[in-house]
């Protein structure tokens, strides 16, 4: 049963890293619920292969990290580095949400310290359920909003569009690297030492910030 919950809430964490992801670039979600549900389980089974089977829970962050960029520029057909980006955004957003909840909840006693570390159990499973509303609620409001960006151009007949990179598509992936490294080393620090957690939370921010701020210059440059 734990396997199956862990199975089912992992896959829920891709889930939620590409509806952020689809959204705050105003992408539709219905033409790509196949994608994603191709995404979430293929990436969730191999975080359980690294976690629970081979026990190298360093390399699963990475490992699905790079599988998600991959399968996005596949199915969903969009260029590498507007892959990688949309892959940082909604794991920035996720991670950021994840350390938020818990820091705020865990005075009310729902949660331990080395909660934040754990891959199963009531507790991890119970941040994950809180995390998952908090970013599905986001996702909704910048859909009803209409807000986002559109500097990602929707590719049509399952075709990529063809583009030539400019500078700042150079520095966005650069700052989406550098973003999942951050992300890396965030949750490695977490694990290691769960009482340091709020380190954690403005080093994800100003991360998030500075790609949310990178591709709002691309939009302009292109309006």
Known sequence: MNQLLYLILGALDIIVILTVALKVFRFPLRPYLGS???????????????????????????????????????LVKVRWHEAAAMTAVGALFLVLVVNLTFILLTPLQLFELSTIAKSTGADAYMLQA?????????????????????????PTNNRVIAQKSSPLDKLIIGASIISSVLIVLAFNWVWRHHESVTIVVPIIAVALFMLIRLTYQKELQEA
Request: one cysteine or more; a positive charge; aromatic letters at 10%.
């Open 130 to 154: 809180f995390t998952h509303a908090v970013c599905f609620l986001t996702s909704y409001i910048l859909h009803r909003g209409r807000y986002g960006f559109t500097s990602i151009v929707i």
């Open 36 to 74: 994603i549900l191709i995404i979430a389980g293929s990436a969730s089974l191999l975080s359980y292969l690294n976690r629970i089977v081979l026990h190298i829970q360093q390399w699963d962050l990475p490992a699905q990290h790079l599988l998600i960029i991959v399968m996005l520029r596949l």
